[in-house]
Nanobody, 117 residues
Framework: VQLQASGGGAVQAGGSPRLSCAATGNIFSDNPLGWYRQAPGKQRELVASVTIFGNGRSTKYADSVKGRFAISRDSVENTVWLQMNNLQPEDTAMYYC?????????WGQGTLVTVSS
């Protein structure tokens, strides 16, 4: 499994960038794809994830981003996007795309998001 992330960069508070991550290899719609982040001096935390089951999907969000971030996924292209709205300085972190399959967790390269006030 390989995960290729893009997006991020420096934004001002209130900005709305979008991250994307393309997954290749043996990761399928019913395997979770999503994003973690790690701020300086803090532990890595789950930001959002999405899993597709049949005709439905399950999403998870960190409490701190609920209502501001939205995760979406294309099962054909196996790509996941994280739309981040109303960014705040506390959202500054390295964002990591991840996928989970067969009990293993795979990581993409991190993409830095820096929010200035």
């Amino acid at each position: 499994v390989q995960l290729q992330a893009s997006g991020g960069g420096a934004v001002q508070a209130g900005g709305s960038p979008r991250l994307s991550c393309a997954a290749t290899g043996n990761i399928f719609s019913d395997n979770p794809l999503g994003w973690y982040r790690q701020a300086p001096g803090k532990q890595r935390e789950l930001v959002a994830s999405v899993t597709i089951f049949g005709n439905g999907r399950s999403t998870k969000y960190a409490d701190s981003v609920k209502g501001r971030f939205a995760i979406s996924r294309d099962s054909v292209e196996n790509t996941v996007w994280l739309q981040m709205n109303n960014l705040q300085p506390e959202d500054t972190a390295m964002y990591y795309c991840y996928g989970s399959a067969n009990g293993l967790v795979y990581w993409g390269q991190g993409t830095l998001v820096t929010v200035s006030s």
